[in-house]
């Protein structure tokens, strides 16, 4: 039964403040706060979105030169890996002709 009361008066409560704010939204005062939180969330909008442009441009920029950081690196390793192989090649090959002019002389 108390619980049916909490229920009645909140239902109330409810009813009072709701219709509170309809009248005071349709008073002049209420036209005017109306009109201020509408155009301060246009401004909050337009923020938001200006600030997402720049956020994304900034979040491009930040990989192109990744990117390219990451190309050049490469290509560099790969330079580097080339120069090596074919050291190593060269090494192998003086390699082979000293055992053949070794094995020549016997």
Same mark, same amino acid.
């Not at 049916?4 to 309809?22: D, F, K, P, R």
């Not at 009109?35 to 994304?56: M, P, R, V």
């Not at 491009?60 to 190309?71: F, L, N, T, W, Y």
């Given at each position: 039964?108390? !619980? !049916? $009361? !909490?229920?009645?008066?909140?239902?109330?409560?409810?009813?009072?403040?709701?219709?509170?704010?309809?009248?005071?939204?349709?008073?002049?005062?209420?036209?005017?706060?109306? *009109?201020?939180?509408?155009?301060?969330?246009?401004?909050?909008?337009?923020?938001?979105?200006?600030?997402?442009?720049?956020?994304? $441009?900034?979040?491009?920029?930040?990989?192109?030169?990744?990117?390219?950081?990451?190309?050049?690196?490469?290509?560099?390793?790969?330079?580097?890996?080339?120069?090596?192989? *074919? $050291?190593?090649?060269?090494?192998?090959?003086?390699?082979? *002709?000293?055992?053949?002019?070794?094995? !020549?002389?016997?």
């Amino acid at each position: 039964m108390e !619980n !049916n $009361n !909490n229920n009645t008066l909140m239902l109330l409560t409810g009813i009072i403040v709701g219709a509170s704010a309809v009248v005071f939204l349709r008073s002049e005062k209420g036209q005017k706060v109306m *009109d201020i939180l509408l155009e301060k969330g246009e401004e909050l909008k337009t923020f938001a979105e200006e600030n997402a442009e720049d956020l994304i $441009n900034e979040g491009k920029e930040i990989i192109s030169d990744v990117v390219a950081s990451g190309k050049e690196q490469l290509s560099t390793l790969s330079e580097d890996l080339k120069e090596v192989t *074919d $050291n190593k090649v060269s090494d192998f090959q003086q390699g082979i *002709d000293k055992a053949k002019k070794e094995l !020549n002389k016997t």
